[in-house]
């Protein structure tokens, strides 16, 4: 796997993230802080688990430090970076396309 490969699932994440929120407040719920981040991380492990997804040996790759991680563990740490990266792509989506005048925002 890339380091492309990698940000392009942050931003399948991402994309799935929002449409499950969308999906949720079409039921007038209120969603905490913490809910978002808590979807996010559920498609992250879903996605890592499923992918064998392992961010330490895309790193590995890229810079040679051997992180010594067993192959589980580092998919679960993967999909805590995916979560968070996910989170780094929606503030970069917002500063690059920041909504006009009742326009509704797509992320």
Do not use: C
Not at 6 to 25: H, N, P
Not at 51 to 60: E, M, P
């Amino acid at each position: 796997m890339t380091l492309q490969a990698f940000i392009t699932l942050a931003i399948l994440v991402e994309v799935a993230t929002g449409i499950v929120k969308t999906v949720i407040s079409q039921f007038n719920l209120t969603l905490y802080d913490w809910v978002d981040q808590a979807i996010s991380l559920a498609f992250s492990t879903l996605i890592a688990v499923a992918g064998r997804v392992d961010f330490f040996s895309i790193v590995n790759q890229i810079i040679s430090v051997d992180f010594n991680l067993p192959k589980a563990l580092g998919i679960m740490l993967s999909a805590l970076v995916l979560s968070r990266g996910s989170n780094a792509i929606h503030d970069l989506f917002k500063r690059l396309n920041p909504p006009a005048e009742n326009q509704m925002r797509l992320w």
